[in-house]
């Protein structure tokens, strides 16, 4: 089984920065792609930026130009930095990962964290 703990969310004002790290834990023999997603009370969930397993990145609209995703494999570990936030950053924002636990899985299993609030002030 593999866990994805996220950190790094918080409060802060329009116009800073955040930057949400998520590790993952667990039986892990390799990470295949790696996101993040955002959700607000009674919406969809929705991808903001993606790495992947080829090292392709991809953006929401919405965000480009201010997120940046990156991942560090050697610790297990993909990051979100945000930039320049604005209250519409505000939701939770959501780890996704495939990992394959055994060289034999195939395209691998898909995991989520359990989210981290940001919250951007005006």
């Known amino acids: 089984q593999v866990q994805l703990v996220e950190s790094g969310g918080g409060l802060v004002q329009a116009g800073g920065s955040l930057t949400l790290s998520c590790l993952a834990s667990?039986?892990?023999?390799?990470?295949?792609?790696v996101a993040w997603y955002r959700q607000a009370p009674g919406k969809q969930r929705e991808l903001v930026a993606a790495?992947?397993?080829?090292?392709?990145?991809n953006y929401a609209d919405s965000v480009k130009g201010r997120f940046t995703i990156s991942r560090e494999n050697a610790k297990n570990t993909v990051y979100l930095q945000m930039n320049s936030l604005k209250p519409e950053d505000t939701y939770v924002y959501y780890c996704?990962?495939?990992?394959?636990?055994?060289?034999?899985?195939?395209?691998?299993?898909?995991?989520w964290g359990q989210g981290t609030q940001v919250t951007v002030s005006s």
């Open positions: 996704n990962m495939v990992v394959r636990s055994n060289w034999y899985d195939g395209a691998g299993a898909e995991y």
């Open positions: 667990g039986k892990i023999f390799s990470i295949n792609s």
């Open positions: 790495i992947s397993g080829g090292g392709s990145t």
